[in-house]
């Protein structure tokens, strides 16, 4: 780590005609979410429809399995600016956010649509507290546990948040924004929900974790620093990895299958005792990150796994949301997702891997064909190789009666 932290602080860049610092990249409350880059985080913002509506970006991850966090922000006709999910409030990020603010506006409206995205949850406050005049909208199910405690104890500013209201026509930005709320699906300690929401006139559709896209190449975001790419094109701890575009690239089809899938079909896992007898084997040349631990061996082919979960970078459910959380209510997901086809979006922006994806309501719908038995939107299946490990944990969740247990295919 302290490797790491080095390569950062030696990166000299340039963004907006600054110089950028340490000190700017610094998020002081990476405690409350202890996960990789820990309390140095570099934020990317892009334009994603000019004047309309862009994304400021971040990276985040465990064992150097890293992807992109994203928020979304959006020019209101009215004035002032909607910020969709927001992420750690560095001074980077800030500034970059006011670049924004001068041009148009304040923030007027900020959007937490999950309940149970802790990742995304454990900024919102932070971020509020960066714009004092900001109302805070949270998607309506929200929920702690062990004790169900009110929304200001949960950092959220007082007397300026609130849940959204159920019928979108009742919100403050119903001129410009329709949302659609997936949920409450209940998981047995505390339920899944998210609020997607269409911006009508750029024609966006803004997604939290329901749909997605692995890009082909390694997002930018990942590259401002190489070091997570390069430990994971390794083969083995002592492999000594030269920073090409080549093995970025390698790096970057391993991590998108550790994502998805955390122990794909085409990986093998060392046992702690010979990893660790391997690192010490490779002295000086083993990686500093993780006491030189390279636990992992890839099979020969492992890179049809990749080429499998990005299809060309089509629209896709995580298998997660797959195999544990959707198929409890495949109804309700259905029905869900035909009201959000009703929408004439063109592009949908996500809060991780590719934004923005070209894509519309046909491409969304046939993201969850695979909840049916027989579909119109039917698309080919990730392996189900690959759900393994997936599969072993439902079966553990089931045995101890912490979830509910799936239906069948509609």
């Known amino acids: 780590m302290i490797a ?243 093995m970025r690239l390698k790096g970057w089809k391993r991590i998108a299958l550790f994502s998805f899938y955390f122990r794909p079909s085409a990986l093998d896992i060392i046992d702690l005792g010979p990893a660790w007898k391997e690192a010490r084997s490779a002295g000086d040349k083993a990686s500093k990150a993780y006491f030189g631990l390279y636990p992992f061996r890839w099979k020969p082919d492992w890179e049809k796994s990749f080429d499998l979960l990005s299809a060309g970078g089509r629209l896709f459910v995580a298998p997660i949301l797959q195999q544990l959380i959707l198929n409890r209510d495949p109804k309700q997901v259905l029905a869900w997702a035909d009201r959000v086809m009703e929408w004439p979006f063109t592009r949908i922006v996500g809060c991780h891997l590719e934004a923005p994806i070209e894509a519309g309501p046909k491409e969304f719908r046939s993201a969850f064909a695979f909840l049916e038995a027989q579909s119109e939107f039917a698309i080919p299946e990730l392996p189900q190789d690959d759900f393994a490990l997936l599969r072993e944990i439902e079966a553990v969740l089931l045995e101890r009666g912490i979830t509910p247990p799936p239906c069948d295919r509609i």
Not at 109 to 123: A, N, Q, R, Y
Not at 184 to 204: A, D
Not at 210 to 239: F, G, R
């Open 4 to 246: 790491l932290y080095e390569n950062v602080w030696a990166t000299v860049v340039m963004q907006q005609g600054k110089q950028l610092g340490r000190s700017d990249w610094a998020w002081n409350f990476w405690w409350t979410l202890p996960i990789y880059p820990f309390g140095q985080r570099r934020t990317l913002l892009r334009s994603i429809v000019p004047g309309e509506v862009w994304v400021l970006e971040q990276l985040q991850g465990v064992f150097y399995v890293v992807t992109p966090i994203r928020m979304t922000v959006v020019r209101l006709e009215s004035g002032g600016l909607l910020v969709y999910a927001p992420i750690a409030p560095t001074r980077e990020c800030i500034a970059l956010m006011n670049e924004l603010v001068n041009e148009y506006g304040d923030v007027k409206h900020i959007i937490l649509p999950t309940v149970s995205g802790l990742e995304h949850k454990v900024f919102v406050g932070p971020f509020a507290q960066k714009f004092k005049t900001a109302q805070v909208y949270v998607s309506p199910s929200q929920w702690s546990y062990p004790v169900q405690l009110p929304l200001s104890w949960l950092g959220l500013p007082l007397g300026r948040s609130q849940k959204l209201p159920l019928n979108c026509s009742d919100s403050p930005f119903a001129s410009e924004f329709d949302y659609a709320i997936l949920g409450p699906i209940s998981l047995g300690v505390g339920p899944f929900e998210e609020v997607v929401f269409f911006h009508k006139r750029s024609g966006t559709l803004l997604v939290t974790d329901s749909v997605l896209s692995v890009p082909e190449t390694p997002p930018e975001v990942l590259q401002i620093d190489p070091t997570a790419l390069l430990y994971h094109a390794k083969e083995n701890a002592a492999d000594t990895i030269v920073d090409t575009p080549e």
